[in-house]
């Protein structure tokens, strides 16, 4: 499988997602890719906000290597998988789809252990630590989602 995360800035919530379902799925051994995009031009090869990096290494996740990048029309040719954090994100992936075929691969993160809830995941850019921390249980607990939909068969 092929995984895409995507956010806003993809500096904080989408590179988090990528760390924390990449890190489970080395864990079980899986081959599947998971990359992150966002749609802020201002952000595009800019590393991860530090206090995604600060949350991420309390569980041992390392998100130095990350640098922001745009989503692409391609992007829909090259994942299974597309998950949106919020409305906003929905939209602006809905905008650049070329066929309702596109769209059946974009999904709110959440739907994975949430299903049909359109749960949002919350933008903590302007927020406190503690955001970031809430951030990362929601994406940890879709993560799980996700590894027992589609990788332990
Ligand atoms: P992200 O957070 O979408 O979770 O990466 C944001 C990062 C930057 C901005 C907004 C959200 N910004 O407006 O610069």
Same mark, same amino acid.
């Given at each position: 499988?092929?995984? %895409? #995360?995507?956010? %806003?800035?993809? +500096?904080?919530?989408?590179?988090?997602?990528?760390?924390?379902?990449?890190?489970?799925?080395?864990?079980?051994? /899986?081959?599947?890719?998971?990359?992150?995009?966002?749609?802020? *031009?201002? &952000? =595009?090869?800019?590393?991860?906000?530090?206090?995604?990096?600060? !949350?991420? @290494?309390? &569980?041992?996740?390392? %998100? /130095? @290597? &990350?640098?922001?990048?745009?989503?692409?029309?391609?992007?829909?040719?090259?994942?299974? #998988?597309?998950?949106? #954090?919020? @409305?906003?994100?929905? /939209?602006?992936?809905?905008?650049?789809?070329? !066929?309702?075929?596109?769209?059946?691969?974009?999904?709110? %993160? #959440?739907?994975?252990?949430?299903?049909? !809830?359109? *749960?949002?995941?919350?933008?903590?850019?302007?927020?406190?630590?503690?955001?970031?921390?809430?951030?990362?249980?929601? +994406?940890?607990?879709?993560? =799980?989602?996700?590894?027992?939909?589609?990788?332990? @068969?």
């Amino acid at each position: 499988m092929k995984y %895409l #995360m995507i956010c %806003l800035g993809n +500096i904080c919530r989408s590179p988090l997602a990528e760390g924390v379902l990449r890190d489970k799925l080395e864990k079980i051994g /899986s081959n599947s890719i998971v990359e992150s995009r966002g749609f802020e *031009t201002y &952000h =595009d090869g800019d590393i991860a906000d530090y206090r995604a990096q600060k !949350t991420a @290494k309390k &569980h041992n996740i390392d %998100l /130095s @290597k &990350h640098r922001g990048s745009l989503f692409q029309a391609v992007d829909f040719d090259n994942f299974d #998988m597309i998950y949106v #954090m919020d @409305k906003n994100n929905y /939209s602006d992936v809905a905008s650049m789809a070329r !066929t309702p075929e596109d769209m059946k691969k974009v999904d709110f %993160l #959440m739907n994975a252990s949430r299903p049909g !809830t359109d *749960t949002v995941v919350v933008d903590p850019y302007y927020g406190a630590d503690e955001n970031f921390d809430e951030v990362y249980e929601m +994406i940890d607990e879709a993560a =799980d989602a996700i590894i027992k939909q589609y990788e332990k @068969k």
